[in-house]
């Protein structure tokens, strides 16, 4: 499948849910501006096993994971579940992937195919850190390419 045949999977049929949102009061900070094109950004709480999850009504065949992270901090390792059903709550690894730590611009990670279609994807954060060895994370953009399990 070439890449002009992927769509974003992240729109009005997606709900988003992350595992925490650092009270920052110098900065807008919310996990709404990771899916616009803000200059805002969606900072975690400092701690191990953060997480965004990507949940959807219909089934998704994801393909690329995009991540704008902070220049001065990303997240190291990276566990990819998938949800192969909806209302469940059955995790399954589908890939593990390693950000690289202070890289300017998107990193991207190409993603296991699964054409019978997923309802979930959840990125788990093993690592975070800033230049201390510890901090929150912090993300500018996030997209998700791919197809819809109807082929659209």
């Known amino acids: 499948m070439s890449d002009d045949n992927l769509v974003d999977l992240i729109n ?11 009270r920052r009061p110098d900065i807008k900070n ?7 094109e803000s200059e805002e950004q969606w900072t975690s709480e400092a701690e191990h096993h953060q997480f965004v999850q990507l949940m959807f009504t219909k ?4 393909r690329r994971l995009s991540i704008l992270f902070s220049s001065v ?11 192969a059903s909806p209302g469940n709550s059955d995790w399954k690894e589908l890939t593990t992937v390693d950000t690289v730590n202070g890289a300017r611009g998107w990193q991207n990670f190409d993603l296991p195919r699964d054409d019978s279609g997923l309802y979930g994807l959840k990125i788990t954060f093993e690592d975070a850190f800033e230049n201390d ?15 819809k399990k109807d082929g659209s």
């Open 73 to 83: 901090n990303a997240c190291g390792f990276c566990i990819i579940e998938a949800l």
């Open 12 to 22: 009005e049929d997606c709900r988003l849910v992350v595992s925490s949102t650092a």
């Open 133 to 147: 060895g510890r901090g929150p994370i912090t993300i500018y953009q996030l997209k998700l390419l791919g197809t």
């Open 59 to 62: 089934p998704v065949v994801p």
């Open 30 to 36: 919310n996990k709404k501006y990771m899916l616009d």
